[in-house]
């Protein structure tokens, strides 16, 4: 398992496209992962007015 989280996180350094991750824990996210990124949405969760 290692190996494939370091392959993933390398060529997550290296891409230049645009990449969305979803994750329902954020505060999961490991911290390399989330160094990488530049750009964070977080939506509230529904009300029944939604």
Not at 8 to 18: G, M
Not at 24 to 48: M, N, Q
Request: aromatic share 8%.
């Amino acid at each position: 398992r290692n190996e494939t989280v370091t392959t993933f996180l390398r060529q997550l350094e290296y891409c230049k496209d645009i990449l969305f991750l979803t994750k329902d824990r954020v505060s999961e996210i490991d911290k390399t992962v989330a160094s990488g990124i530049d750009l964070k949405l977080t939506y509230s969760p529904l009300s029944r007015e939604s």
